[in-house]
Structures are given as structure tokens and as C-alpha cells.
């Protein structure tokens, strides 16, 4: 590891300490730390950094000469960081400074340590499956960021009415959901939006996305699990002339109508698990799943 990119919230700084730990644990080990543009100035203005840092600003900055990715922040934090990466294949590791964090999994008094099971080759690669979407009529404002890494959510916009959501999978009619939305989340997302609605669990190197509508008004409609490669359609229908498509946090107003093709992306995001994390720990952990006084003798 020679070259790596730092990314952070560019609103606030909550976390000086842990940037000080990262920027000076990486350049003991002789590491070149990039870092995202307006989180640098962020922490510049804060008199935070004791040195100059060479920075990026977009998607053409960065190429497969990095190494890593780190992020400072929660999940939400990755998910940005993502459209800075795209299909570089650039690993992404994520430092938790905020909160939950099933994405960002590195506790922030554990910095050194992941850093040096890095150096040390104490980790894997996940890959993790994103989404991409297209749009009939075409939708300028995801054409070039047309992917998540989540889900991708189709919701109701100026209304308290449900809106119509027809739903074909590889050219075959489903049904048409009558909800306040509609969820498609890869495994990644299925802890997140889609969990709080009712959806499932997927273990991340599973080959699914779940659909999951939001508030239904079929009451026998459900959670679904399909293969990755299905191909998925789905139509609006709204008393309003706009709905809303969500990817990950960006969000876009369409007129309703609009045909929405959405379709595993040919691209990944590979994320680094340190030897001492793993997906089952972090739901233990993060889900609270086996905190019954029951399973203490299991332990």
C-alpha cells in the first residue's frame, strides 16, 4: 500500500481526533494520503492538518493507482464516497465516526490496528452488487450517476395518495403495487431503507436484491427476493404529474409514467474486511441479534 484517497463529511468536522490517527498511522508506514477536496479546506479552516496534503476533486481525479479508499463518517459517508469511484475498483475501507454503520465497520479506536492487518495482508475483499437505472423518456439527472450501491426507491412526491407502481421482471408482469413506494435493494441496502420496511436480511455475497414495497395498500403484498440478473420494470402511476427516484441519497424528480428499467450494474464495489470483522459479528453487533440472557452460556 502505497497510495491511498481520504474522504470525509465536508459539512462538519466530528471527528479531529481520528483524522489526526488515520493521516499520521499512514504516514509512519510511508503512505501518500489523497484527500477529497472540500473536506481538506474543511479541515484546513479548522487548523486541524499540521502539513500540506495533495487532494482530488472528482471521479477523473482518482485511477487504479490507489490503493485504498478510506472514509470518515457513517454509511452514508461510503455511499458518497462512491460516486468518486465508480468502477475504478479502488477498495473502499470505512472508518465508523457516525453511527450505526453496517457499511463503515471499523471502530474508530481500532484505526492503527485495521491499518496494520492492511500492511500485513489480514483482510478480504467483498464485493458488493449496485443497481443501475435508465429511464424511458431518458432522465438527464441520472445518466451519468445512474447506479446505487443500496437501493433504488421509487416514492410518492406532494401527496398523502398512494401512487400505482406496475412491475414487470424480465418482460413478465408481477402485479402493480398500490404503496407509498417501492424499494429495490441489493444485499448491501438490505439493511438499511428496505430492513425498515419489513424486508429481509441478505447476506452481502448473496446473488439477490429484495423487492420492497413501502406501506402497501394490497395487504397480502410482500418482502421479495429475485435473482441479480433479473431484469426489472416498473411503471407509475400518480394523481400527481412528478414521483420521486432515489439512489442511495440522490434523489430525482420524474414525471410519472416515466418507465423505469432497473438492472444489476456490470461494475462492483470491492470493500475491505480486516481479518477481525466479519458480516455476521456486525449484525451481532449492530442488530443486537443474540442479546438474550439465554444465549450467555453459548458464548
Known amino acids: 500500500?502505497?497510495?491511498?484517497?481520504?474522504?470525509?463529511?465536508?459539512?462538519?468536522?466530528?471527528?479531529?481526533?481520528?483524522?489526526?490517527?488515520?493521516?499520521?498511522?499512514?504516514?509512519?508506514?510511508?503512505?501518500?494520503?489523497?484527500?477529497?477536496?472540500?473536506?481538506?479546506?474543511?479541515?484546513?479552516?479548522?487548523?486541524?492538518?499540521?502539513?500540506?496534503?495533495?487532494?482530488?476533486?472528482?471521479?477523473?481525479?482518482?485511477?487504479?493507482?490507489?490503493?485504498?479508499?478510506?472514509t470518515l463518517g457513517g454509511d452514508g459517508t461510503i455511499l458518497r464516497a462512491v460516486t468518486y469511484i465508480r468502477d475504478l475498483n479502488i477498495p473502499v475501507l470505512g472508518i465508523n465516526t457516525g453511527r450505526l454503520g453496517f457499511l463503515a465497520t471499523i471502530n474508530k479506536k481500532n484505526i492503527e490496528e485495521s491499518i496494520h492487518l492492511l500492511l500485513n495482508g489480514a483482510y478480504s475483499i467483498q464485493e458488493r452488487t449496485l443497481l443501475t437505472v435508465k429511464t424511458t423518456p431518458k432522465t438527464p439527472a441520472i445518466s451519468e450517476l445512474n447506479f446505487a450501491l443500496n437501493e433504488v426507491t421509487i416514492a410518492r412526491k406532494n401527496t398523502t395518495s398512494m401512487i400505482g407502481i406496475k412491475t414487470c421482471l424480465n418482460e413478465e408482469y408481477l402485479t402493480n403495487y398500490w404503496a407509498d413506494g417501492l424499494i429495490i435493494a441489493t444485499p448491501t441496502g438490505s439493511t438499511g431503507y428496505s430492513l425498515s420496511c419489513n424486508g429481509p436480511v441478505i447476506s452481502p455475497d448473496s446473488k439477490n436484491v429484495v423487492i420492497t414495497p413501502i406501506a402497501p395498500h394490497n395487504l397480502n403484498a410482500r418482502p421479495m427476493v429475485i435473482a441479480d440478473d433479473t431484469e426489472i420494470k416498473l411503471t407509475i402511476d400518480s394523481r400527481e404529474k412528478d414521483f420521486l427516484i432515489s439512489l442511495d441519497?440522490?434523489?430525482?424528480?420524474?414525471?410519472?409514467?416515466?418507465?423505469?428499467?432497473?438492472?444489476?450494474?456490470?461494475?462492483?464495489?470491492?470493500?475491505?474486511?480486516?481479518?477481525?470483522?466479519?458480516?455476521?459479528?456486525?449484525?451481532?453487533?449492530?442488530?443486537?441479534?443474540?442479546?438474550?440472557?439465554?444465549?450467555e452460556t453459548n458464548l
Open 1 to 70: 500500500m502505497k497510495k491511498v484517497a481520504i474522504y470525509g463529511q465536508s459539512y462538519s468536522i466530528s471527528a479531529e481526533k481520528e483524522i489526526q490517527i488515520l493521516l499520521k498511522t499512514l504516514e509512519k508506514n510511508n503512505i501518500v494520503s489523497f484527500l477529497e477536496k472540500k473536506f481538506y479546506d474543511l479541515l484546513v479552516e479548522g487548523n486541524i492538518l499540521e502539513k500540506k496534503y495533495p487532494v482530488f476533486s472528482d471521479f477523473s481525479d482518482l485511477n487504479a493507482s490507489f490503493d485504498v479508499l478510506f
Open 249 to 295: 441519497s440522490r434523489i430525482t424528480t420524474v414525471a410519472k409514467n416515466t418507465v423505469v428499467h432497473i438492472q444489476k450494474a456490470p461494475f462492483t464495489i470491492k470493500s475491505i474486511i480486516p481479518k477481525n470483522q466479519s458480516f455476521l459479528q456486525t449484525l451481532r453487533t449492530k442488530l443486537l441479534w443474540g442479546e438474550d440472557t439465554r444465549n
